[in-house]
């Protein structure tokens, strides 16, 4: 492993430790991450390149070599360890994680652009914790998305 994913594991481990996070669970995103960033290296992927699809292969290789080493299939929810971990990594080194989705269509640029608007106004005028604002935007964009397949896209505006 290469001395700049090193730097990135001290880096990740100080981010989590001033986010109060517990040493254990720090621990344990520092060991996935580790693997994460050896995939990424025998692929030749540099980080900033990392797509949704790179982290969902390196999952399904995670639970494959799970297996071989154990004899058996990781629990149910196993993955959401080193899931969290590999997040937390790529928010440290991409800035946004996951990157924002791109419109496909006019009526999705519609619904992006409402939903970043309401994003900014809970943060700026309501000012609820992010938890919350996480909970509204998934009710809003599943809204947005119910009104454009049953409705037609121009009645957002109305």
């Not at 481990?13 to 995939?39: A, D, K």
């Not at 700026?124 to 509204?136: F, H, K, N, T, V």
Request: glycine content about 6%.
């Amino acid at each position: 492993m290469s001395n700049s994913n090193y730097d990135l594991i001290a880096e990740l481990r100080t981010v989590l430790s001033r986010q109060q996070y517990s040493p254990t669970v720090i621990g344990n995103y520092c060991v996935y991450v580790r693997g994460f960033l050896e995939y990424l290296l025998r692929r030749n992927i540099p980080i900033t390149n990392v797509s949704e699809a790179e982290v969902t292969e390196y999952l399904r290789y995670a639970i494959a070599l799970f297996k071989e080493r154990y004899g058996r299939s990781p629990g149910p929810y196993w993955h959401s360890i080193p899931r969290s971990g590999i997040d937390a990594l790529l928010r440290l080194a991409q800035g946004q994680w996951p990157s924002a989705p791109k419109a496909t269509c006019a009526a999705e640029a519609v619904r992006f652009a409402i939903c970043e608007e309401y994003e900014t106004w809970l943060r700026e005028e309501r000012g609820p914790a992010a938890a919350s604002i996480d909970a509204l935007m998934w009710e809003g964009r599943n809204f947005l998305a119910w009104q454009i397949d049953r409705h037609d896209p121009d009645s957002l505006m109305t």
